[in-house]
């Protein structure tokens, strides 16, 4: 078997991430937006991301755009792509930080724990309400 060679997704850029680009984490989609007033009733858009997209929106806004545009069943070939990361990866990686069904093997494993503690560490620091 080959060796595959990458570097892991870890809490600390991710949260970064949704900090640098004032973005709210969701779970069980890939992003989405919303409109909300300030308190001085002027209107903003918020936008939201999984881990993955966030950290494509802070590589790239424009590939963050593009991510959306992506049929569903391209979309976790599209951020392995983007992130240098292997498919198995990103699978699992989105099934632990959505709370899914553990992986028991290979890289989807690795992903998966990757991703839960991606999760942690967003709801350790506050960010994770409601999402």
């Known amino acids: ?43 903003k858009m918020v936008l939201c991301g999984c881990a993955l997209a966030t950290l494509i929106h802070q590589k790239d806004p424009a590939k963050f755009k593009e991510l959306l545009q992506e049929p569903p069943y391209r979309k976790h070939q599209y951020v392995a792509d983007e992130l240098g990361l292997p498919l198995e990866y990103v699978q699992g990686f989105t099934s632990g930080f959505d709370g899914g069904e553990p992986c028991d093997e290979g890289l989807q494993a690795v992903g998966y724990q990757d991703g839960a503690a991606v999760w942690q560490a967003l709801e350790k620091a506050g960010l994770s309400q409601n999402t």
């Open 1 to 43: 078997m080959e060796q595959v060679t990458f570097t892991r997704v870890t809490p600390e850029p991710v949260l970064e991430a949704y900090k640098k680009n004032n973005m709210k984490p969701v779970r069980r989609q890939w992003m989405n937006a919303y409109m909300t007033a300030d308190v001085s009733g002027k209107q």
